[in-house]
């Protein structure tokens, strides 16, 4: 088949045929009061962000706050970090990061802080709903290829680096490069990387955390002390590898800003970038649109004939497999196990780009064979181990239910991207007036 791709200066907005495979694209729609951005592997919708202009994102923020409630039968205090709500500090969070290092039995929060104290605090999730923003004093600081932990005193290795050489090389790297007391995660963009790339990001977070601390002593509490990085860069810099053919942006301005972060980042990678006019409809033009109608909707169709039927309530989320159409050309069990596999594929693939959280669980069609129930969770287990974000197959129920655990940071796209309908409050139905 035949693949669109955009001229190779940098903001040309020439669009020419080229033959061969595209393994992966970034497409970013820019417009006024919202950026989306999507994430394309050979085609196909991957992954899925979006912001708002006026939306504040505050996980990863950092902040000068004021203690203003101690409750010791939660083990928790709430902080006021100037939101319209006070944040919650669990106590796990102001234990040392390093397990190891953690006081057993734990003592009584009110030993740790008490109230009117101001304290640096990091946003680990958004507020949601009724409830504020979750907060901890395990400060990590994303760069290129590492994340920066000046407090956790260990090093750690992404756990999408198979190789085992290549772990213990970059182990190395990174225990060599750490002083006494810092921690260090090296992420997944790192597989490759030179001892050099990696010391310079580490300098780089070294400072930045050293800025970050000085501010700290000037800043009247509740203030803001750092700010993660908008939606375009933070991409860019999570996201974009070498296996990344090139970025599309319909925006002049947000198309030369991306060139120069990546210029500073990663030269290498800079002339990837590529500006096309928002005449052009990046969305329209790369299936990104059809394919986000198709797979927000609650009921999502698979290429068998098989679907999902989506419920998501403020704790967790329920997904109905059905065969629908799919009836199979062998014999039941078959059809069923069938219908079942490609069902896990779409649904890892669901939670990343709904960006799903909480208990998410899965009624599969019932299998008689207890092997290929084995399959289907090991399966799974393998797809969720390529999300980003942590997410763990627990297992299967006494039900028969496929139960999984998401990390929730911030709410699902199809919340935050989109008002509840007045007329049916969210049920997706109307009643029947007569």
Not at 41 to 58: H, I, M
């Amino acid at each position: 088949g035949k693949f669109l791709l955009v001229d190779k200066a940098p903001f040309s907005c020439k669009i020419k045929r080229s033959g061969g495979v595209v393994v992966k694209r970034i497409v970013m729609h820019c417009e006024e009061r919202v950026t989306k951005v999507a994430l394309l592997d050979g085609g196909k919708l991957t992954d899925y962000f979006v912001q708002a202009t006026d939306a504040a994102q505050t996980v990863g923020n950092i902040y000068k706050g004021r203690v203003v409630n101690v409750l010791p039968g939660m083990q928790a205090a709430f902080v006021d970090i100037g939101q319209e709500k006070n944040a919650f500090l669990y106590i796990n969070d102001l234990l040392p990061a390093h397990l190891e290092k953690q006081p057993n039995p734990k003592p009584s929060i009110t030993e740790l802080v008490r109230s009117g104290q101001e304290i640096v605090v990091q946003v680990a999730k958004e507020a949601v709903g009724s409830k504020g923003a979750r907060v901890t004093t395990h400060y990590s600081i994303p760069g290129r290829w590492i994340v920066y932990m000046p407090e956790a005193d260990y090093v750690a290795i992404s756990r999408k680096i198979e190789a085992d050489d290549e772990r213990a090389r970059l182990k190395r790297i990174a225990e060599s490069l750490r002083r006494p007391g810092e921690g260090i995660i090296v992420r997944t963009v790192a597989d490759g990387a030179t001892q050099e790339a990696i010391r310079s990001d580490l300098e780089f977070l070294r400072e930045l955390w050293d800025s970050i601390r000085g501010a700290v002593q000037s800043a009247a509490a509740p203030a803001e002390l750092y700010r993660e990085l908008d939606l375009i860069p933070r991409v860019i810099r999570d996201m974009f590898t070498d296996e990344v053919s090139d970025i599309v942006i319909d925006s002049q301005r947000f198309a030369k800003e991306a060139s120069a972060y990546l210029g500073r980042i990663s030269p290498e990678l800079a002339d990837r970038v590529r500006y096309v006019p928002a005449s052009e409809r990046v969305f329209d033009r790369f299936n990104v649109k059809e394919q986000l109608d198709q797979l927000f909707r609650p009921k999502v169709w698979l290429d068998s004939g098989a679907y999902l039927v989506i419920e998501r309530t403020e704790a967790l989320t329920v997904i109905d497999v059905n065969t629908g159409k799919f009836t199979g050309s062998v014999d039941l069990e078959e059809t069923v196990f069938a219908a079942n596999l490609e069902a896990a594929e779409m649904i890892a693939r669901l939670m990343r780009l709904r960006d799903m959280g909480g208990i998410i669980i899965v009624d599969f069609i019932d299998m008689d064979e207890e092997r290929h129930r084995e399959q289907i969770l090991r399966r799974m287990e393998e797809l969720v181990r390529q999300d980003r974000t942590k997410c763990v197959a627990v297992g299967w129920t006494k039900l028969g239910l496929l139960e999984m655990t998401r990390k929730k940071v911030r709410e699902p796209i199809d919340t935050s991207a989109a008002g509840i309908c007045p007329h049916c409050m969210g049920t997706g139905k109307v009643p029947d007036r007569g």
